[in-house]
């Protein structure tokens, strides 16, 4: 009889660069703020700009003892369109989400990779150009995943933006990062 799992499972997928592991890592440290129970850790093969690699969460209300690599997320998150395949979802129930950075529509999403579940996606890199003047299309993601997933609120993210860059970064680029993850948030569309 299947273990039912005490925690929320996020894979995440993109090229190095592209701020995959970074995001991970916000959102582990505001679901800790919110009182959870957390992991992020990447996985990278070759380590250089533009080569593929994972990173992962667990998010849980009790302490988590699993410290392996994601096999079955209830979350695909995918950077970088050019991943889209059929392996890239591989774990993911149709009852799970698949969240793409994408200018394309759901048809093309559902022929790259097979998945008849959930698909939900937003422009994220337009979005970070217009906003933070860079490609970096993290942020605007993390903002497209908390809408779709409700899994800390957005304030928390907000208030994590301003603690790890506020002491880097001038306030303008805070108030841009802070830009983006809102409009990450309000622009993701959902299949159904």
């Given at each position: 009889?299947?273990v039912?799992?005490?925690?929320?499972?996020i894979?995440?997928?993109?090229?190095?660069?592209?701020g995959?592991?970074?995001?991970?890592?916000?959102?582990?440290?505001?679901?800790?703020?919110?009182?959870?129970?957390?992991?992020?850790?990447?996985?990278?093969?070759?380590?250089?700009?533009?080569?593929?690699?994972?990173?992962?969460?667990?998010?849980?209300?009790?302490?988590?003892?699993?410290?392996?690599?994601?096999?079955?997320?209830?979350?695909?998150?995918?950077?970088?369109?050019?991943?889209?395949?059929?392996?890239?979802?591989?774990?993911?129930?149709?009852?799970?989400?698949?969240?793409?950075?994408?200018?394309?529509?759901?048809?093309?999403?559902?022929?790259?990779t097979?998945?008849?579940?959930?698909?939900?996606?937003?422009?994220?890199?337009?979005?970070?150009?217009?906003?933070?003047?860079?490609?970096?299309?993290?942020?605007?993601?993390l903002?497209?995943?908390?809408?779709?997933?409700?899994?800390?609120?957005?304030?928390v993210?907000?208030?994590?933006?301003e603690?790890?860059?506020?002491?880097?970064?001038?306030?303008e680029?805070?108030?841009?990062?802070?830009?983006?993850?809102?409009?990450?948030y309000?622009?993701?569309k959902?299949?159904?």
């Open positions: 009889m299947p039912a799992k005490k925690y929320f499972e894979r995440w997928h993109g090229r190095a660069g592209q995959a592991k970074s995001a991970s890592q916000m959102l582990a440290e505001a679901a800790l703020e919110a009182g959870k129970y957390v992991q992020a850790f990447p996985e990278y093969g070759a380590e250089r700009t533009g080569a593929p690699m994972r990173a992962f969460n667990r998010i849980g209300d009790e302490y988590i003892r699993v410290r392996s690599a994601i096999e079955n997320p209830d979350v695909v998150v995918v950077i970088d369109e050019t991943l889209l395949s059929p392996t890239i979802v591989e774990g993911l129930s149709e009852d799970g989400i698949l969240l793409v950075n994408t200018v394309k529509d759901f048809d093309f999403v559902r022929q790259k097979g998945f008849n579940g959930k698909i939900c996606i937003v422009d994220a890199t337009d979005i970070a150009l217009q906003e933070i003047k860079r490609g970096i299309p993290n942020t605007p993601m903002g497209a995943l908390v809408k779709v997933t409700g899994i800390v609120p957005l304030e993210i907000e208030k994590r933006i603690k790890m860059f506020g002491k880097k970064f001038a306030a680029i805070v108030e841009a990062n802070k830009r983006a993850l809102r409009r990450g309000e622009e993701v959902c299949s159904e």
